[in-house]
């Protein structure tokens, strides 16, 4: 297991990413994070399996139907554990 951080720019305020996104990495029973920040990105933060990462990748990629994802960033961070993953404000 390993945690990632991701920064996703585009049109992805507003427009249901980050609900969209908590519910698919729940249904994949990844745990984490995802939040909007002041620079209109988003930061999402997971705990991924290295057969999840790809996939999780898609649905960062993919979003909500009226986002726009225009580039992500990611690394791999200092490993954090979460009980679930959730929308933090």
């Given amino acids: 297991m390993h945690t990632y ?4 720019s585009g049109r992805v ?3 249901w990413y980050r609900d969209t996104i908590r519910k698919e990495a729940q249904k994949l ?3 984490g994070y995802v939040k909007n920040l002041p620079d ?11 057969e999840e990462y790809d996939k ?3 649905i960062l990629k993919k979003g909500s139907k ?4 225009d580039n992500i960033e990611g690394w791999e ?4 554990y979460f009980n679930d993953f959730e929308v933090r404000y």
């Fill in 5 to 8: 951080r991701f920064i996703v």
């Fill in 13 to 15: 305020q507003g427009v």
């Fill in 29 to 31: 029973g990844i745990t």
């Fill in 40 to 50: 209109k990105t988003v930061e999402v933060v997971a705990n991924l399996k290295d």
């Fill in 56 to 58: 999780f990748l898609e």
């Fill in 66 to 69: 009226l986002s726009r994802v």
């Fill in 77 to 80: 961070i200092v490993p954090t």
